[in-house]
């Protein structure tokens, strides 16, 4: 009886022209798979900065009809390190594996028909009955994620595996891609289906650590934080940052300083703490952030550093490969906050930490992302899931491990 | 608290008692009353531990105002830590951005190095290197002029932008300012700045930008303009000194290209030239060949003509010497012998040039064969023996152990007959000659010198030519052809040899021969 084949292929390329660019990563990772492997499907990761369309009739030039599925990120990372402005391309080959891909459109209007829709048409094109998880790909200019995984979870059942990370657009914040197939869409969510004989083993954490009193939140209107112990939530950021650094955040967006101090809301224990960076100001002292917040929770304002930050890598890539006998590939969504607080050499040092984890043999490949989506407690096994509540955050890495 | 308590119970104990007295003893008073002191000592007891706990509740209030005296404190610390951190964290943004900034300035030049056009330069600087640098849109312009901008790159910024920023640079006189100073300017959004550069901003869409001129020596080149969308960050003075950097580059690597261009351009015409002057050569050269194989033909053919003639004339010249005509006179005997020599002058010449004219033609194929030394040397000796005891020369050979030469034996000794012959004629009597050899690598040099009058420089150079005759005493005595010297070197070199000579007037001369060993 022959081995089973277990084939990951990662290519990359760096060519300006974004045609060449994804045909050049497309067939690097091409050449690489054995010859006997039949190629089951193509996750593409591609810079913003590119002609969208002409990267992807590149990609799939070079692969013709496979499933496939991508979006645009803040950056690129593979085996090496991160990259900037260039194009990753993930083949998968493993014996037994079934997999099935689905876009829903309009996350901005209707976010949980968007997953809804995605995770429905993913289910029609998934042609086995064991399945290991849903890996999603979103638009990261959209906050209602956490609708979008309701949706998701109202179709695929709420102790289902569903983790993924939301697409960057080069952190200019204006609008980012998903790709379906050979479509590009933006406002999108994208799932890929995976299951068959493959496992998928997840691990998200942050590295964040809560350093403010605690504060209640008294107001909240979906993602806009309004009163914190019924004082206007700028006041309270004001007291923090003091008043100069509040007023350059008003002009200039989500900077260092919301970067570096996320806002953590308590989970359901203690210990649990969803990230929520703040994107913009009301003029009535509101916050607006990039994620739902929950009235009543308790609210600290979160510290992080370089070395929790590369400490988080490694937990999250450990609690990925715990459940998997033998891994094909590590997928990592690592927040675009992380990569701009890590800084260019700690950002490589970042991957290096994954790779010591998962092994030098196991091919690496994901991208900065404007949001991570994973269950609270990743590290369980798909089976060991029950109405876990998915956390949608930002600042985190989530490493997604794929094997058998 | 406690105090009370007891002096309370007191008296209520002594109320009892009153109480119990003056209501006639008896013991159903009796047990009421021990009921009632009962009640009242555990009330007393009650009233105790109350009186403790309240106390202990006091205690902890106090202790936790204490506690929230410190959180509120540590908070306070928080919020210095945090804003201590948050200098220090933009500070390090700063430095991460300078860092990328000259990383990608690094990458920029080793690309730019390599460029070989002005529009291959301005093409470098693409939106990837836009954004490495920190901004987030840019406009690169090329002009020549002042009314002629060419868009090279635009980046973050649509069409009908570009074609307004164009028209607006160009009516507002931005453009001039720009290309005259190369300093670069720092555009803020505040209140102070100009209308037309507010304007330029409006454009961009930006809260700031800074926009330079690409000057090299020869002229302007092009400028740039950079922005970011977001406020504060493209005001810092590391920008502008980063633009003036990145101007510098782009400002050299155009006159660099235009350098190659030209040096392109010289070199295209260099070779050029180079190639017509080969083909000129060329054409010389053949025509040169053409003319010498006429030459030779002539030569051969004349020679061919002239050489029946001159066989009748010295016979019959020998005829009319041995008598056989009758008795001839002393003037005519004198006249016919030198119709004799001038007869054999001429045929020697005419021998020697048809000799040099098929070795040219390559009509003469040198043999290479071993010659024996000792018995090639005795040859030559015994050919010139009678001249060199003529003017008792002294003649030496040394062979330093050379033992064989290779060559055509029936050539090979008129080289040395030829110049033994030419060493004797120019050596006074009692003089020396030397034939010397020697094996000097893959050659064999054959030297044969003398003790003669010597050769004068300017007749050095000209020696080996056909007809030359060195301009000296000897020869206005000694008649000669002129062609010895010319055949021998044609002989050497047919031989794939070479000959030199090397003399000083009054010394004597020296000329070295060398042949192949094998």
Known sequence: ?404 | MSYLIYVVFTIGVLATLLLTVGANWSPHAAGMTMTLLGVLGYLAFKAEMAGRQLSELGRQLSELHRLQAAYDQLDQQTKLIIRTDLELHRTQEELDRRLASLMSLHQLGRQLEVSLRPDEVFSKLDAAVVTNFGFSKGAIGMCASLDAIQWCSLIGVSEPHAEALRAHLQASGLLKRVLTNPTPQVLRAIASLEPAQQRLLDLLQVPAAVIAGILPHSGPAGFLILGRTSAGAATSKADEELVAILTNHLAIAVENSALYEETWASRRELERKVQERTRELAEANAELVRLNKAKSDFVSSVSHELRTPLAAIKGYASLLASGQFGPLAKPQGERVAKMEKHADLLTQLITNLLDIARIESGRVTMERQPIPVEEFLNTIHDVIQPQLQAKHIRYTVDRDGVTALVGDPQHLPRVFINLLSNAIKYTPEKGAIRVGLKREGPSILATVSDTGCGIGPEDLQKLFQEFYRANDPINQQVRGTGLGLALVKRIVEAHQGRIAVTSERGKGSTFSVTLPAE
């Open chain 1, 1 to 404: 009886m022959a081995p089973q084949v277990v084939a990951a292929t990662v290519g990359w390329s760096a060519n300006r022209q974004a045609g060449q660019a994804g045909t050049e990563a497309a067939s690097s990772a091409l050449e690489q798979l054995p010859p006997s492997a039949p190629t089951q499907l193509a996750l593409v990761f591609g810079s913003s900065w590119f002609d969208q369309h002409a990267l992807l009739q590149g990609v799939r030039s070079a692969l013709g009809e496979i499933p496939l599925a991508g979006e645009s990120t803040a950056g690129e990372i593979t085996s090496e390190g991160p990259a900037s402005h260039s194009c990753v391309v993930v083949l998968l080959a493993i014996d037994g594996l079934t997999c099935g891909v689905g876009m829903g459109r309009d996350a901005d209007q209707s976010p949980r028909v968007a997953g809804q829709r995605a995770a429905f048409t993913a289910l029609q094109a998934f042609r086995g009955t064991s399945r290991a998880g849903l890996l999603l790909f979103g638009d990261g200019m959209v906050t209602g994620h956490a609708e979008v995984v309701r949706g998701l979870q109202e179709v695929l059942g709420t102790s289902f595996l569903i983790a993924g990370g939301m697409a960057g657009d080069d952190l200019q914040f204006a609008e980012t891609y998903q790709y379906c197939q050979g479509e590009v869409a933006s406002r999108s969510v994208v799932g890929i289906l995976l299951g068959g004989s493959v496992k998928l083993g997840v691990g998200l954490e942050h590295g964040f650590a809560p350093i403010s009193k605690p504060r209640r939140i008294t107001r909240a209107n979906a993602n806009v934080l309004l009163t914190l112990d019924r004082k206007p939530a700028a006041s309270v950021y004001e007291e923090y940052f003091g008043v100069d650094v509040v007023r350059r955040m008003r002009d200039e967006g989500l900077n260092r300083a919301g970067i570096a101090y996320p806002i953590g809301i308590q989970g359901e224990s203690a210990n649990q703490w969803l990230l929520r960076n703040v994107v913009s100001f009301g003029d009535d002292g509101s916050l607006a952030c990039n994620g739902e917040i929950r009235e009543g929770a308790w609210l600290q304002l979160m510290i992080g550093s370089r070395e929790l930050a590369l400490e988080a890598a490694q937990r999250a890539a450990r609690q990925a490969i715990r459940s998997l006998n033998r891994t094909a590939c590590v997928l990592v969504f690592d927040s675009a906050v992380r990569r701009v607080l890590l800084g260019p050499h700690h950002a490589a040092v970042e991957i290096e930490r994954i790779r010591d984890v998962v092994g030098p043999s196991v091919p690496i490949a994901g991208c900065y992302t404007y949001a991570e989506q994973a269950p609270f407690d990743a590290g369980l096994s798909a089976d060991a899931l029950t109405g876990q509540t998915i956390a949608s955050q930002t600042g985190s890495v989530l490493v997604a491990a794929i094997g058998v």
